[in-house]
């Protein structure tokens, strides 16, 4: 078996499953790291009626003064009981001296987003800077995402939307707590 540890130039190269330890421009965001999960409400103009929706975000880092970023979601009925999943997206959060967060945000349903924002004061604000679309993929405009931690274990999160011709505006907003 091939030893991928063993084979790289360094002597302390850090192994895959090696937990480094957090870069210091993350330093703003250390409160976030770890998972998440809770339920929400969405609503917006162009759907038939509001939602109820679960979600589960997960953010990691790699010893570098970037932050992983993952999230799922799913549509819930009112017993809470999962009846599809919803949004899904994946991305990275590059943290700068300043506090500045430059985040690249992709989902499969064809959109890439690039936004930027500020880190501090537990909270993380995101807004979009540009958009990039599949050709298949809905007409979205903007986008805005905040988090904010309101102690330990209870992350609040809130998306503002501009898409198919609506401006930007309320979309989704949950509060969750931490996992594990």
């Not at 004061?121 to 807004?127: L, M, N, P, Q």
């Amino acid at each position: 078996m091939f030893d991928l540890a063993a084979s790289l130039p360094y002597p302390d190269a850090v192994r895959p499953d090696d937990q480094p330890s957090p870069h210091a421009l993350l330093t703003p965001v250390l409160g976030l790291l770890g998972s998440w999960a809770g339920r929400g409400r969405g609503e917006y103009p162009t759907l038939a009626s509001d939602f109820a929706y679960e979600q589960r975000v997960t953010f990691s880092h790699d010893g570098r003064p970037f932050l992983h970023y993952e999230t799922r979601a799913w549509l819930i009925d009112a017993d809470g009981a999962p009846l599809r999943p919803s949004a899904r997206e994946s991305g990275w959060w590059r943290l700068q001296p300043d506090g500045r967060v430059e985040a690249l945000i992709t989902q499969p349903t064809g959109i890439a987003e690039l936004a930027e924002g500020r880190a501090g004061d537990g909270a993380v604000d995101i807004a979009t800077h540009e958009v990039a679309r599949t050709p298949t993929a809905k007409e979205v405009e903007a986008t805005r995402r905040r988090y904010v931690l309101t102690d330990d274990d209870t992350l609040d999160f809130t998306h503002e939307l501009a898409a198919v011709g609506q401006p930007l505006q309320h979309h989704l907003s949950a509060r969750l707590h931490r996992v594990g």
